[in-house]
């Protein structure tokens, strides 16, 4: 059996001990987070409370710029969901039209010749100070050595909605079904070569990018605008900051003119419309890698997990639900599957909701970091309801389960999800 934790998700537990040990020695920055959260997360106190909730959206506002089409998206408040359905022959990167936007408040529209990086921060050499950061222009970041790397971006919350309807689970946050997810050609400058022409130090331990969009208020609190710290070993990996998408300049509502891509982690740690990066010699904290983003809920350490990492196995069908297929005829049946572990090794298929189990063909060399397609054939022969599974098994052993551990504010769900059907 694989271990329930994955090694770097381990290592992020012993790193996040390591941190808030620092920070009750007063050895840790955590602005926009108060002593009682971290307390929560260092000692035992209310275990399963339910922490966070987003706010409803008016739906007047306007948080999105491209267009919605309803045969494509489900809008979700400030989000937007992609149609499984619409998936059905787009190839192996998503169109950029189809890609899912989530949006803690609103798309902004910037201008490429007016945007500036600035890093700054206690882990750059000579610690320049936030009056003394080092900045890059657009063209600057165009002028150094492009990489092209092609990555799933998913929300932590993608497949949500199925702790309830498969489980019974009370859950808070975005109730999306599994089109929170989408992959893409990124093409930009790994964040090691800007970090390092940047002057990083070597007493550098994390960096914390964060978005030119509007303050994000939650319970009438703002949390300040978005930010999530990134332990240095993983932004010095296989980090990018992305201009292109799909050989396009990036849009507005994916982080144009550029956004962190933090290949195989929760969505939340590709943060958009990037305006600075934080370079520090002290641990970091933000209500991104505290309140939200760790799992709370009895099945979980008290105080919650360390902050999510890679994720989850998950399998969808390119179907609508309730889709419908006629009797006595072949159907070829297509779908995808990923896993932020590594790649797809194997995906399995029932028609007839868990009793029979069959191998899908795979039709992509599978990759780490982004999904494989597959297909099976179907002959239905008997009119009425049934399901669809599938249940896929990634190059690291983790297989998807029949339930997924809940946590309350229902991330990484990962248990196989039963599309239903009609046969007539
Ligand atoms: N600045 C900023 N970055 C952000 C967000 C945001 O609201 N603001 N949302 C995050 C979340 S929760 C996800 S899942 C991804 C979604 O990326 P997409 O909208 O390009 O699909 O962006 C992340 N980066
Ligand atoms: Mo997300």
Excluded at 145 to 151: I, N, Q, S, W
Excluded at 265 to 282: F, L, N, T
Aim: proline letters at 8%; one cysteine or more.
């Amino acid at each position: 059996m694989p271990s329930p934790v994955p090694a770097d998700r381990r290592h992020e537990t012993e790193y996040d001990r390591r941190r808030l040990r620092q920070w009750l020695a007063g050895e840790a920055r955590a602005d926009g987070v108060t002593r009682r959260q971290l307390l929560t997360l260092l000692t035992a106190t209310a275990a399963g409370t339910t922490l966070g909730t987003a706010r409803p959206a008016r739906a007047a506002d306007r948080t999105i710029v491209k267009p919605l089409p309803a045969e494509w998206f489900i809008e979700r408040g400030t989000n937007a969901e992609t149609r499984w359905e619409a998936l059905r022959g787009t190839g192996h990167h998503t169109p950029n039209e189809l890609f899912f936007v989530r949006n803690h408040t609103a798309t902004p529209v910037l201008k490429a010749d007016d945007w500036r990086l600035r890093l700054w921060g206690s882990g750059l050499r000579g610690s320049p100070g936030e009056d003394r950061p080092v900045e890059f222009g657009y063209d600057d970041l165009r002028a150094l050595p492009a990489v092209t790397r092609t990555a799933f971006v998913e929300c932590a919350g993608n497949g949500r909605s199925y702790y309830t309807t498969q489980q019974g689970e009370t859950v808070t946050g975005t109730p999306w079904t599994l089109g929170a997810i989408g992959v893409a050609r990124w093409r930009g400058v790994r964040l090691a070569e800007v970090l390092r022409r940047a002057g990083l130090s070597p007493r550098a331990v994390d960096v914390q990018p964060r978005g030119l969009d509007a303050e994000y208020v939650s319970g009438g609190e703002s949390l300040g605008r978005v930010r999530r710290p990134l332990p240095l070993a993983k932004a010095l990996d296989d980090v990018l900051l992305a201009y292109e998408m799909n050989g396009e300049p990036l849009p507005y509502d994916h982080g144009h003119p550029v956004r962190v891509l933090v290949p195989s982690w929760v969505g939340i740690a590709s943060i958009k419309w990037v305006g600075d990066i934080e370079v520090s010699a002290q641990p970091l904290f933000s209500p991104w890698n505290t309140t939200f983003y760790r799992l709370f809920g009895p099945a979980h350490p008290e105080g919650g997990s360390a902050p999510l990492t890679r994720q989850a196995v998950k399998s969808a069908f390119e179907l609508a639900s309730g889709a419908t297929f006629e009797a006595g005829r072949g159907h070829v049946l297509h779908g995808r599957s990923w896993s932020g572990a590594g790649a797809v090794a194997r995906v399995d298929v029932s028609t007839d909701g868990g009793a029979h189990w069959r191998p899908a063909r795979l039709h992509d060399r599978p990759r780490t970091g982004t999904w494989t397609r597959w297909s099976l054939g179907w002959s239905p022969d008997t009119p009425g309801t049934t399901h669809l599974l599938a249940r896929a098994t990634d190059t690291a052993g983790r297989t998807q389960p029949d339930t997924a551990v809940p946590n309350t504010q229902g991330y990484l769900f990962d248990a196989v999800v039963r599309h239903p059907v009609n046969v007539v």
